[in-house]
Nanobody, 126 residues
Framework: QVQLVESGGGLVQAGDSLRLSCAASGRTFGFVSMGWFRQAPGKEREFVAGITWNGHRTSYAASLKGRFTISGDNAKDTVSLLMINPKPEVTAVYYC???????????????????WGQGTQVTVSS
């Protein structure tokens, strides 16, 4: 069994940094990559950032690169997403995901992820 639990969401002012965390438990030894996705009301769930389980590679959605930073600690089975100077348009439910199928690059398609958390709401006010 695998469980992913997100934390750190909430209401923040535009410009205030926010860090989301994801704690993984269970059969984490099979993880290859971890990722963050988001889903705004009326929109599809979209890729935000991903990192290989060993931390050697990262990938970001082009529109968010430089504004978000993903990091991981596989000794603690956690992955974090730091939002730098967030703007109201990033308001969404943010989901943590884990992939267990080997790939040479960080997966960016949600169909490539095997496990999902329940999500945490992030609301950025102007």
């Amino acid at each position: 069994q695998v469980q992913l639990v997100e934390s750190g969401g909430g209401l923040v002012q535009a410009g205030d940094s926010l860090r989301l965390s994801c704690a993984a438990s269970g059969r984490t030894f099979g993880f290859v990559s971890m990722g963050w996705f988001r889903q705004a009301p009326g929109k599809e769930r979209e890729f935000v950032a991903g990192i290989t389980w060993n931390g050697h590679r990262t990938s970001y959605a082009a529109s968010l690169k430089g504004r978000f930073t993903i990091s991981g600690d596989n000794a603690k089975d956690t992955v974090s997403l730091l939002m730098i100077n967030p703007k109201p348009e990033v308001t969404a439910v943010y989901y943590c995901a884990a992939a267990s199928d080997f790939r040479s690059t960080v997966p960016t398609n949600r169909n490539e992820y095997n496990y999902w958390g329940q999500g945490t709401q992030v609301t950025v006010s102007s």
